[in-house]
């Protein structure tokens, strides 16, 4: 880790912020502070609105060996070198990553914050496609790999440089971009051989461990810390979110962390949270381990909105999973669930994700009753994975609602699926043990597990 001053917090602030890398020509980290280098290290230090040079810095990339000098500050400007004014350029969503990596650093001196917030979000777009439809370098040889390298680490230093003039939704964008490549790569695991782009914007935001890199994520998070009086709820959620997204709680010298100062401003302005922001920042404090009891409390209490059942089914979720108890909002989600009359709106996650929540903490009689008949009188369950079944019988079998006609119906799609070989083993042992602590017999699939697993 860089050498952070024992006096100033560990968590990197707008009026000091370190960020060291190591250079190719030995280890160890510059003090600042001292402003004394330690074998041949050199650094830089970000400031509140442009990177300030304390000393002539170089940053490598670890995994492409690139290293180049930081010479002046980032700055955002739309003024072309002649002089006449210049447009920020615009992204499309056909372009790939490299391509997308080149028109924005042609258009480097007038990359805005909103164009720059634009870029991260069209590139982890295009990372997280199922697809893999764009992600792909198209032919790009040696040369064009080593100049796309450099390309990478100049936007890069380009966007965490000119943090300082961003808006609030521009910083909370690029934030959330960020956090969805590194999960992206994360979920890829680390590919030996891999070239390109990926391996490019691995070594800048994944250590080789393939756990997030602090340095960058805590530096952004300082950055957040020091406006956070100015988020709106909108950006609060979509922080929050971010964060959990990689799981990394950044952590502060006096105790606290980032997520304790999300819910403090999060409950000053609570009345601004609507369904979507409350299942976001519910989601992202479960995620993280951090049932703040305030925060959940007072969330809870502005569920009014029943709009889109995936956002109360996964704040039920997200209280559940936490193990925070709030009766009021469960008997409002569940009385809402039981009179409605079109529980088609309801995807198979969504209609899972209600029915644990609701065994883990208070079963509600009439709201099991409903979703069983539901599911029973669907004309398909084509749409429901091996894991939605799973968990829907184990969330009967728990909350000890023995619904025979629904466990009939699971059982029955489930020997005759034709994606039968497909099925998750665990998924399917869970099934059969709701079968067995429901006291439900059905030997068909009893049977045809049993052969599946062994």
């Known amino acids: 880790l860089p050498c952070w001053r024992s006096s100033r917090s560990s968590l990197p602030s707008a009026a000091a912020v370190t960020l060291a890398r190591r250079s190719k020509n ?30 002539r810095s170089i940053h490598c990339n670890d995994r492409t060996n690139n290293c180049y000098s930081l010479q002046s500050a980032a700055s955002f400007s739309t003024t ?25 650093h042609d258009n480097l001196d007038v990359m805005t914050p909103m164009a720059t917030a634009a870029l991260w979000n069209k590139i982890s777009r295009q990372l997280s496609r199922r697809d893999g439809r764009f992600t792909n370098q198209r032919g790009a040889g040696k040369g064009d790999s080593q100049q796309n390298a450099r390309n990478i680490d100049d936007i890069f230093q ?65 950055q957040s810390i020091d406006k956070l009086d100015q988020f709106e709820a909108r950006n609060l959620s979509n922080l929050a979110y971010a964060y959990a997204l990689i799981d990394y709680v950044p952590e502060i010298d006096d105790g606290s962390d980032l997520f304790d100062h999300i819910a403090m401003k999060a409950v000053d302005i609570k009345m601004e949270f609507n369904a979507q922001d409350i299942s976001n920042m519910a989601w992202a404090y479960a ?61 198979p996650q969504a209609l899972s994700n209600t029915l644990w929540a609701y065994a883990a903490q208070v079963p509600h009689p009439k709201l099991f009753e409903k979703l069983a008949n539901h599911i029973v009188e669907s004309k398909s ?54 079968y ?15 052969n599946h697993i062994v």
């Open 26 to 55: 030995g280890g160890g980290y510059q003090d600042f502070y001292s402003n004394k280098c330690v074998n041949k290290t050199s650094a830089a230090v970000i400031g509140s609105s442009h990177l300030q040079l304390w000393t």
């Open 80 to 104: 072309h070198r002649t002089g006449r004014k210049k447009s920020p350029p615009r992204f499309s969503d056909d372009s790939t990553v490299d391509e997308l990596v080149q028109i924005a």
């Open 158 to 222: 380009h966007t965490l440089g000119g943090l300082g003039a961003f808006s609030m939704r521009e910083l909370t964008q690029t934030i959330f971009s960020m956090a969805k490549i590194t999960a992206a790569l994360r979920k890829q695991g680390n590919r030996r051989g891999e070239t390109g782009h990926k391996r490019i914007l691995r070594g800048l935001l994944l250590s080789k461990d393939i756990t997030p890199n602090e340095d960058v994520f805590r530096f952004l998070a300082g």
């Open 287 to 347: 995620t993280v381990n951090k049932p703040h009891a305030v925060l959940f409390e007072a969330m809870g209490n502005e569920v009014n909105e029943f709009k889109h059942p995936q956002d109360f089914s996964n704040t039920v979720w997200a209280y559940a999973k936490a193990g925070v108890n709030h009766p009021r909002l469960f008997e409002k989600v569940a009385n809402h669930i039981v009179e409605s009359d079109n529980l088609n709106r309801f995807d």
């Open 381 to 434: 369950l084509d749409r429901f994975d091996q894991q939605a079944f799973s968990n829907i019988v184990w969330a009967y079998a728990t909350a000890g609602v023995r619904h025979a006609k629904l466990f009939q119906k699971v059982a029955n799609h489930t020997v005759e699926s034709k994606r039968f070989d497909q099925f998750d083993p665990q998924a399917l042992s869970n099934t059969v043990w709701a």
């Open 436 to 450: 067995a602590a429901a006291g439900i017999n059905h030997p068909r699939l009893f049977e045809k597990v049993a």
